[in-house]
T-cell receptor, first 112, second 115 residues
Framework: DQQVKQNSPSLSVQEGRISILNCDYTNSMFDYFLWYKKYPAEGPTFLIS?????DKNEDGRFTVFLNKSAKHLSLHIVPSQPGDSAVYFC???????????FGSGTRLQVQP | GAGVSQSPRYKVAKRGQDVALRCDPI?????LFWYQQALGQGPEFLTY????????KSGLPSDRFFAERPEGSVSTLKIQRTQQEDSAVYLCASILQGSGTYEQYFGPGTRLTVT
């Protein structure tokens, strides 16, 4: 039973364009959502997060959107850069349980 | 300060051997987590400590898996009688209690291969 789903295993975009990574969840108890970036042979690195009381959070080139009614969130990267090429994981948590539940990841490749 | 460190980075074990994986969290981080990441999948929660107390071990897949954090800092994940399905990357993460955020800081992981 996958509670957090990333249905696109891979995504390729041109440098300078927008990258949109999607994530769906099923557990209505989740109230905090995070995006992590992972390079090979390294641990996941925190990128950006959003609380369920918000619908948008922005940090530089990265914006996360949350649609609670659809149980959907997305990460927008504008403009995309070759250094953004990595695997991106969506994760969710609920206040009562600190553990993160991860999706299976989307591999982003930004073409120069 | 330094980030989360894990050792060894790579471990090859013969089926049936016991292994011990170490995690040094960020100094001052009260909460510590262990995750297992199989190839092509996202990390899956194993267990959680607050200081030396193991508050959640619901993700441990079998009684062959055991974790401890006796002094509330360094943690060890032990796997007894390793099986091939234990082959994965084991990730440790820590978080500053009371920070009001949920962002966990991950170590580089230990890649365990059971032959």
């Amino acid at each position: 039973d996958q509670q957090v789903k990333q249905n696109s295993p891979s995504l390729s975009v041109q440098e300078g364009r927008i990258s949109i990574l999607n994530c769906d969840y099923t557990n209505s108890m989740f109230d905090y959502f995070l995006w992590y970036k992972k390079y090979p042979a390294e641990g996941p690195t925190f990128l950006i997060s959003i609380s369920s009381i918000k619908d948008k959070n922005e940090d530089g080139r990265f914006t996360v959107f949350l649609n609670k009614s659809a149980k959907h969130l997305s990460l927008h990267i504008v403009p995309s850069q070759p250094g953004d090429s990595a695997v991106y994981f969506c994760a969710a948590s609920d206040t009562g349980r600190r553990a993160l539940t991860f999706g299976s990841g989307t591999r982003l490749q930004v073409q120069p | 300060g330094a980030g989360v460190s894990q050792s060894p980075r790579y471990k090859v074990a013969k089926r049936g051997q016991d292994v011990a994986l170490r995690c040094d969290p960020i100094s001052g981080h009260v909460s510590l987590f262990w995750y297992q990441q199989a190839l092509g999948q996202g990390p899956e929660f194993l267990t959680y400590f607050q200081n030396e107390a193991q508050l959640d071990k619901s993700g441990l897949p079998s009684d062959r898996f055991f974790a401890e954090r006796p002094e509330g800092s360094v943690s060890t994940l032990k796997i007894q009688r390793t099986q091939q399905e234990d082959s994965a990357v084991y990730l440790c993460a820590s978080i500053l209690q009371g920070s009001g955020t949920y962002e966990q800081y991950f170590g580089p992981g230990t890649r365990l291969t059971v032959t």
